[in-house]
Nanobody, 121 residues
């Protein structure tokens, strides 16, 4: 099970840190991806961190503003979001994939319930 937290309302230019905590499985062998879905839009991959070498990737829309990290001792992946923009408004989900990240979201499973991020003045 994956549980997201840390969402909220923030002004443009502000920051939030999302957490994705894992329960009930061997966290350190799974890549964890962050995805988002805005109202009326499809799901979008935001960032991912692999299990084996900790390699990361980011969507072009968040590069330089978001940072993903993992703490295997706490079974948690974080998404630090800085310089937030109104277009970052969405429900953010995390999901897992064994081993390495993938560009195909259908290869991820155990989706969390999501956490709402709203960027507005």
């Amino acid at each position: 099970q994956l549980v997201e937290s840390g969402g909220g309302l923030v002004q443009p230019g502000g920051s939030l840190r999302l957490s994705c905590e894992a329960f009930g499985f061997s966290f350190n062998v799974f890549a964890i991806g962050w995805f988002r879905q805005a109202p009326g839009k499809g799901r979008e991959g935001v960032s991912c961190i692999s299990a084996t070498d900790g390699s990361t990737n980011y969507a072009d829309s968040v590069k330089g503003r978001f940072t993903i990290s993992r703490d295997n001792a706490r079974n948690t992946v974080y998404l630090q979001m800085d310089s937030l923009k109104p277009e970052d408004t969405a429900i953010y989900y995390c999901a897992r994939r064994f081993g390495y990240c993938s560009a195909r979201d259908k290869e991820f499973g155990s989706w969390g319930q999501g956490t709402q991020v709203t960027v507005s003045s």
